[in-house]
């Protein structure tokens, strides 16, 4: 079976060729992070109009890098959410469209559940059962992993991702978007153990067990930290400025442009309630030193891998399971590797990570989820009935839910196109 697989949830355009023998094919990936920087974050507006030029020219190449005609291909996998709506539209819309043209399945699929099983792609993959840490941009959840479609959630986070933490710390420390990879890289300088920050439900976790996370805290933690080794150095900053949208007004969350309620980012990242003297340091750009900030980040890298070892090395002895995985963004913080590598070592435990370039969005890992949902037979098959438009439903986080019409297709039952922008939603619960 061959398998296109497209990826457009956000700021990356995936796509891929996977076949369910020979693995995978062709990959090609157009990332807008150049396009987005400027604005320090995610402009949803702009993400979709560029997934739009991006998208057919790379499904052109990789059928060029394999050699293979549209009509060679079985299924076509997409990303229907969680995501930006504008940007998962595209992808939705080509990928339903090829279905339709070619009469083949169109295979709607849960972003996570591509970044959950990545790890199969390489070339040494974990067998079923095993917990899975996902941390990305959106996302901190650990889940145990039964099968292909068997996802059980043991823990997630109460406020912030992982991702977002080093997003919003890294804004706070004046470095650039994404925040995550430059806050990792100048933790390479610093001093871990210089500050201590909490390591926040780690004791909790130790006495009741619970495996959630929550890391606002500990973002705020550094925030105080900031302003305490404040140094003026008298040039605006870019972290402080308002963020500027393209299209008017303030852009989206600048720093998780990633489907939160407007108004809970950057608010955080605002210095309210400081003194006026403090404001007009903050104001003019006023950063710590540049050992001291490395210190911080190393600090603060230090603070949230501690978190995520121990709840997952605590969610495989609540398990009883052997082998972690690791996924999304996050994991490709080397820090994160290097200790899990050597305590889950040290247990007789095993970790299993996605190629790097596997770790962040991308259409290769959408592919294989296709084919393998084909191959154990769990469909999301939204090929059925053609439902167009999304709307705001009453819901009081301003999240959208999806409402469509169906139009009966020629000499066919009626066929489903569904795109799903719920923020986020469980991967153990239907869309
Ligand atoms: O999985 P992903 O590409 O997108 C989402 O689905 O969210 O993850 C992106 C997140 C961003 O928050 C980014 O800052 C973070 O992963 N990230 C990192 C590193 N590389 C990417 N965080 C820490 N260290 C890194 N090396
Ligand atoms: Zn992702």
């Known amino acids: 079976m061959l398998i296109l697989g497209i990826e457009t949830s956000c700021d990356e355009t995936g796509i891929a060729l996977y076949h369910?023998?020979?693995?995978?094919?062709?990959?090609?990936?157009?990332?807008?992070?150049?396009?987005?920087?400027?604005?320090?974050?995610?402009?949803?507006?702009?993400?979709?109009?560029?997934?739009?030029?991006?998208?057919?020219?790379?499904?052109?190449w990789v059928r060029r890098e394999d050699g293979a005609a549209l009509t060679d291909i079985d299924a076509v996998a997409y990303t229907q959410?969680?995501?930006l709506a504008g940007a998962l539209l595209v992808g939705t819309s080509v990928a339903n469209a090829l279905a339709f043209t070619l009469g083949i399945p169109a295979l709607g699929i849960h972003h996570l559940e591509g970044h959950l099983l990545s790890p199969l792609l390489a070339s040494n993959p974990p067998r079923f059962p095993f917990v899975a840490l996902l941390v990305s941009?959106?996302?901190?959840?650990?889940?145990?992993?039964?099968?292909?479609?068997?996802?059980?959630?043991?823990?997630?986070?109460?406020?912030?991702?992982a991702g977002e933490a080093f997003d919003k710390t890294a804004h706070l420390l004046g470095l650039g978007y994404p925040g995550g990879p430059a806050l990792a890289q100048l933790a390479g300088q610093g001093r871990a153990g210089k500050y201590k920050l909490p390591r926040p439900m780690l004791e909790q976790m130790?006495?009741?067990?619970?495996?959630?996370?929550?890391f606002s805290g500990l973002k705020t933690a550094v925030q105080l930290l900031v302003r305490q080794r404040l140094r003026p150095q008298g040039v605006v900053g870019a972290s402080l400025r308002p963020e500027r949208s393209p299209l008017g007004g303030l852009a989206n969350p600048a720093v998780d442009g990633k489907l939160r309620p407007q108004g809970d980012v950057g608010?955080?990242?605002?210095?309210?309630?400081s003194p006026p003297g403090e404001l007009a340091n903050l104001a003019a750009g006023g950063q710590p030193d540049a050992a001291d900030k490395a210190d911080i980040a190393a600090s603060f890298q230090e603070a949230i891998v501690d978190v995520l070892v121990a709840k997952s090395l605590y969610a495989l002895e609540q398990t009883g399971l052997n082998q972690l995985v690791v996924a999304g963004g996050v994991g490709a913080n080397r820090r994160l590797r290097e200790r899990l590598d050597r305590e889950t070592a040290e247990q007789g435990l095993s970790v299993f990570y996605p190629e790097f370039e596997f770790c962040t969005d991308n259409g290769a890992m959408i592919a294989l989820a296709g084919a393998l949902r084909l191959g154990a037979e769990l469909r999301n098959d939204t090929s059925g009935a053609l439902r167009l438009g999304a709307a705001l439903r009453d819901n009081p986080s301003g999240a959208l839910g999806v409402q469509g019409a169906t139009i009966p297709a020629q000499d066919s039952p009626a066929r489903t196109y569904a795109f799903t922008v719920k923020p986020r939603w469980d991967l153990s619960t239907s869309v």
């Open 20 to 60: 369910s023998e020979r693995g995978l094919l062709a990959h090609a990936l157009h990332t807008q992070m150049a396009m987005h920087e400027e604005y320090g974050g995610v402009v949803p507006e702009l993400a979709s109009r560029d997934h739009i030029r991006r998208v057919l020219p790379r499904i052109r």
């Open 81 to 83: 959410g969680p995501g």
């Open 137 to 161: 941009g959106g996302h901190t959840q650990l889940m145990r992993v039964g099968a292909v479609g068997a996802y059980e959630l043991l823990g997630e986070t109460v406020d912030d991702a």
């Open 206 to 214: 130790h006495r009741t067990g619970n495996l959630d996370f929550s």
């Open 267 to 273: 608010a955080s990242l605002r210095p309210e309630r």
